[in-house]
């Protein structure tokens, strides 16, 4: 069983700044595209972010700009820092791996991000 760690949710105020943190030592995580789902009350699950093994990155139109990817091979990490939060990232972020080169495809249990006043 492959473990997914998740960090860095929270409680935060509008326009104020988290990091979510993603690390999975059980693969071989350089080659791995990892991404943060988000799935907020009510609503389907949405993609946020992704960053592929050599470092391409993508975001969804509502948080570029304001999200940025930082990756750390060595330590089979990545991070996700989110500035300038608005209250409809409330949600619960999931972190995913996913291999390029078979079904592997890894998901962590969830963090939960709350922005309000």
């Known amino acids: 069983q492959v473990q997914v760690e998740e960090s860095g949710g929270g409680l935060v105020q509008p326009g104020g700044s988290l990091k979510l943190s993603c690390r999975i030592p059980?693969?071989?995580?350089?080659?791995?595209?990892m991404a943060w789902y988000r799935r907020a009350p009510g609503k389907q699950r949405e993609l946020v972010a992704t960053?592929?093994?050599?470092?391409?990155?993508n975001y969804h139109p509502s948080v570029k700009g304001r999200f940025a990817w930082s990756r750390n091979n060595l330590d089979k990490m990545v991070s996700l820092q989110m500035d300038d939060l608005k209250r409809k990232a409330t949600a619960v972020y999931y972190c995913?791996?996913?291999?390029?080169?078979?079904?592997?495809?890894?998901w962590g249990q969830g963090t939960q991000v709350v922005v309000s006043s």
């Open positions: 995913n791996a996913k291999s390029p080169w078979s079904d592997d495809d890894h």
């Open positions: 059980g693969i071989n995580f350089a080659t791995y595209t």
């Open positions: 960053v592929t093994g050599s470092g391409n990155e």
